[in-house]
């Protein structure tokens, strides 16, 4: 078999960029600054090939490709063994690095308190700060003035550990492998042919093939355009404590010197409450003033989307200013609980602030992002980044449909907007994991699927779970940047020629693949979640007791307030299973944050929520009206009909009006409709008859009007109710209502467009 060479992009291709300098940022490598390195034909010093470029590295600057094992196609026990030709001017200046990259392990415990930390709880001292090297391989030479080879030989992959809550010294949690080449002079050095090969010694003959090189970029053309382009960009990124990085611990700056008496201790509050300390860490310790303005916490710099950010801006070469990193990502946020924050944080309504969307406070947006905001416009999200992955146990067994809802909500008021799935599901393989549903969403809408859920799972061949996320659900520092090296790769784009915009605007659209805008619903909940979101607050009429409310359509999103009690909600009176944990009180509403969500509800038909504790009081409702509704009332033109129109006083705040038909046995009321799922809504009465239903001549269904709503109390209640017509083609459609056995009070017809 032919050997293969385990780096991708060993020929130094580059990577598109809008830099005015050429060569600065090479595909599928990276470097510490733009600039650092430049690709090019090595000004004759080196034997090339066709296709090969050689790269300069500056004095002091180094370039380094790392991949974890699973990517590498290896396991414990396997070897690998590193070549790369090289030139240089002076003496021992190219130096070539191998090593394994590692999970940090250490004995016992300790506590950010230790350190003059707030947070007085204790962990293990597994998992802190950044991936650690093994004891790497080394290798220079004295040549100069001519071409010469390094070489490094034999590096074995050799894990040592058990899968445990505890720490301990004596573990090795292996996890990928990292080749650096470093000009350690004032000289320049040019590195060319690297090849990382499996076994013992690198071949006299080189390899053939080379790991392939990522192609989602094809599958985000809009937004790879703007970054290829220099564009202002709009990035929101959703999730959970997971995606912010609020892990047990935070995610902390470390000291990362192994040198230093230090080494792993943290240097600063993760949540500072002055935010001078963090912005004098960013600026002096991290070397970037750049971003002093840009980063709220510590954890929105390690987080797998701040790294990203910060990648983003070294291969495209764009300022800070230029690149809206926008925090939905939140503590307990599950994507059904975000839908009340859509609107808010896409539109900006919400001012800079460090725990609402991870910037420091006192800004403005428009002083941030001026490019962005230019003559007082907003701009509208280019990108969204699902993260997620362990919050989402609502709606079962169609927990998909609020993520598809959340595509199509997006679609439909930002067109052209972009979607990245890279969730952190720690449970694949399980019956109740996301990782099939959302890769098949992905699948039906040409959305990038990154499976981290796979790469979990064969990372425990080699290292402890625990290590990679302490606490068994958040990933720690270093397991930020394996999720944040998978994201990564979305966005590696071959340079494919100078860019003009009279030429090749349309064709950098059309060499990709554009996502699918509302194409046919994959699952047929998720219409549930795309329409209007609507809030009624805790003294509108339509919250009966403090505890009820008859709901808009079918999918909610509740804040109430149990004085921090557990509270159970009943919909239609039953309990709500995968509804939430109804663990956490809300006395106002939080737009990533609830009491519980649910949208796995019956379209068309009446729907009363209930917290059942008689202490606890809602504090406000989402509800999502469904999309392009129409109500068509008694007063509404077009009823044909001679039934008597009559005013009732409603005691649940009047969701469909205050007048209804009192249709007598015999008679018909028929209207015409233009939609595509119907509503038909009445007044239920102790002497009610029942209510017959026909569509286009075809009888949809009969209802007595005779049953009253129990609530938890044993009370009854007859009130307004209401049930579908669903699955008609979109049209007109005539409605002919008639009344059985006794009169039935008609409130009127609802119709919907879901196109």
């Given at each position: 078999m032919p050997t293969v060479n385990l780096l991708q992009n060993p020929q130094f291709g580059l990577r598109n960029t809008a830099g005015s300098e050429p060569g600065r940022s090479i595909l599928c490598w990276n470097t510490d600054r733009w600039g650092d390195v430049i690709s090019g034909n090595g000004n004759g010093k080196l034997k090339l090939e066709s296709l090969e470029k050689a790269v300069e590295i500056q004095p002091g600057k180094r370039i380094w490709q790392f991949a974890t094992l699973p990517e590498l196609g290896l396991k414990a026990g396997d070897t690998v063994s590193l070549s790369v030709n090289g030139f240089q001017e002076q003496s021992g200046a190219l130096k070539a690095r191998l090593c394994l990259m590692l999970i940090e392990s250490a004995d016992g415990q300790w506590s950010p308190a230790d350190f003059g930390m707030p947070d007085k709880?204790?962990?293990?001292?597994?998992?802190?700060?950044?991936?650690?090297?093994?004891?790497?391989?080394?290798?220079?030479?004295?040549?100069?003035?001519?071409?010469?080879?390094?070489?490094?030989?034999?590096l074995k992959i050799d894990p040592r550990f058990k899968e445990q809550r505890e720490s301990d010294a004596d573990v090795r949690n292996v996890v990928g492998v990292l080749v650096e080449f470093v000009?350690?002079?004032?000289?320049?050095?040019?590195?060319?042919?690297?090849?990382?090969v499996k076994g013992e010694t690198v071949a006299k003959t080189a390899p053939t093939a080379s790991r392939a090189l990522p192609d989602l970029y094809q599958k985000i053309p809009r937004t790879m355009q703007k970054l290829t382009t220099g564009q202002p960009i709009s990035i929101l990124?959703?999730?959970?404590?997971?995606?912010?990085?609020?892990?047990?611990?935070?995610?902390?700056?470390?000291?990362?010197?192994?040198?230093?008496?230090?080494?792993?201790?943290?240097?600063?509050?993760?949540?500072?409450?002055?935010?001078?300390?963090?912005?004098?860490?960013?600026?002096?310790?991290?070397?970037?003033?750049?971003?002093?303005?840009?980063?709220?916490?510590?954890q929105h710099y390690f987080m797998y989307t701040g790294r990203l950010r910060r990648e983003l801006l070294r291969k495209f070469h764009y300022p800070v200013e230029k690149m809206l990193l926008?925090?939905?990502?939140?503590?307990?946020?599950?994507?059904?609980?975000?839908?009340?924050?859509?609107?808010?944080?896409?539109?900006?309504?919400?001012?800079?602030?460090?725990?609402?969307?991870?910037?420091p406070s006192g800004k403005s947006w428009s002083e941030l992002y001026p490019a962005l905001f230019e003559n007082g416009k907003k701009p509208g999200p280019d990108l969204v980044i699902f993260g997620h992955g362990h919050n989402e146990h609502i709606d079962r067994p169609d927990e998909i449909a609020a993520y598809e809802g959340a595509v199509r909500w997006f679609q439909r008021h930002y067109p052209g907007v972009e979607f990245v799935s890279c969730m952190w599901i720690r449970d694949k393989g399980s019956a109740s994991s996301m990782?099939?549903?959302?890769?098949?969403?992905?699948?039906?809408?040409?959305?990038?699927?990154?499976?981290?859920?796979?790469?979990?799972?064969?990372?425990?061949?080699?290292?402890?779970?625990?290590?990679?996320?302490?606490?068994?659900?958040?990933?720690?520092?270093?397991?930020?940047?394996?999720?944040?090296?998978?994201?990564?790769?979305?966005?590696?784009?071959?340079y494919s020629g100078p860019y003009?915009?009279?030429?090749?605007?349309?064709?950098?659209?059309?060499?990709?693949?554009?996502?699918?805008?509302?194409?046919?619903?994959?699952?047929?909940?998720?219409?549930?979640?795309?329409?209007?979101?609507?809030?009624?607050?805790?003294d509108s009429p339509r919250i009966v007791d403090g505890r009820m409310m008859i709901l808009e359509d079918a999918a909610f999103n509740l804040w109430a307030d149990n004085k921090r009690e557990m509270m159970q909600l009943?919909?239609?009176?039953?309990?709500?299973?995968?509804?939430?944990?109804?663990?956490?009180?809300?006395?106002?509403?939080?737009?990533?944050?609830?009491?519980?969500?649910?949208?796995?509800?019956?379209?068309?038909?009446?729907?009363?929520?209930?917290?059942?504790?008689?202490?606890?009081?809602?504090?406000?409702?989402?509800?999502?009206?469904?999309?392009?509704?129409?109500?068509?009332?008694?007063?509404?033109?077009?009823?044909?009909?001679?039934?008597?129109?009559?005013?009732?006083?409603?005691?649940?705040?009047?969701?469909?009006?205050?007048?209804?038909?009192?249709?007598?046995?015999?008679?018909?009321?028929?209207?015409?409709?233009?939609?595509?799922?119907?509503?038909?809504?009445?007044?239920d009465d102790p002497a009610g008859g029942t209510l017959v239903a026909e569509v286009d001549g075809k009888p949809a269904w009969s209802q007595p009007t005779n049953q009253p709503f129990t609530d938890s109390q044993e009370r009854t209640h007859f009130i307004e109710n209401r049930r579908g017509v669903l699955g008609l083609p979109f049209g007109k459609h005539r409605i002919r209502l008639q009344a059985e056995g006794k009169p039935v009070r008609v409130i009127g017809v609802f119709g919907y467009d879901g196109r």
């Open positions: 709880r204790t962990f293990t001292r597994h998992g802190r700060g950044e991936l650690v090297r093994s004891p790497q391989r080394e290798t220079s030479s004295e040549e100069t003035g001519k071409e010469f080879q390094l070489q490094l030989n034999g000009n350690d002079s004032d000289k320049r050095v040019w590195v060319n042919s690297p090849a990382l990124t959703l999730g959970s404590s997971i995606d912010r990085g609020s892990a047990n611990p935070r995610l902390y700056f470390y000291d990362e010197d192994p040198a230093s008496p230090h080494y792993k201790e943290p240097l600063v509050e993760a949540r500072p409450g002055k935010p001078e300390s963090m912005k004098k860490l960013i600026a002096e310790r991290m070397g970037r003033p750049d971003l002093q303005d840009y980063v709220g916490w510590s926008n925090v939905m990502a939140c503590d307990g946020s599950s994507i059904g609980e975000s839908h009340s924050g859509f609107r808010e944080y896409a539109a900006f309504e919400l001012p800079p602030d460090p725990g609402t969307n991870g910037h990782t099939g549903p959302m890769q098949e969403l992905c699948e039906h809408y040409g959305i990038p699927f990154v499976d981290m859920g796979q790469l979990i799972i064969d990372l425990k061949k080699t290292s402890n779970y625990f290590a990679m996320a302490p606490d068994g659900g958040h990933p720690a520092a270093g397991s930020h940047y394996l999720w944040f090296k998978q994201l990564e790769q979305v966005f590696e784009i071959p003009t915009p009279a030429i090749n605007s349309a064709d950098y659209i059309r060499s990709g693949i554009p996502q699918k805008q509302l194409p046919v619903r994959m699952n047929a909940f998720a219409r549930n979640w795309e329409g209007t979101m609507v809030r009624f607050p805790k009943l919909i239609d009176g039953q309990p709500a299973e995968h509804a939430g944990h109804g663990r956490t009180s809300y006395t106002r509403p939080n737009p990533r944050n609830s009491t519980f969500v649910h949208g796995h509800l019956a379209r068309g038909d009446r729907h009363i929520i209930e917290i059942l504790n008689p202490s606890a009081r809602l504090s406000a409702v989402d509800c999502k009206v469904g999309l392009k509704r129409r109500f068509y009332g008694a007063d509404a033109k077009g009823w044909q009909g001679k039934s008597v129109v009559e005013e009732f006083e409603s005691k649940w705040g009047t969701p469909y009006g205050e007048k209804a038909f009192h249709l007598q046995p015999g008679e018909t009321l028929e209207i015409e409709v233009e939609a595509d799922e119907l509503s038909i809504a009445w007044l």
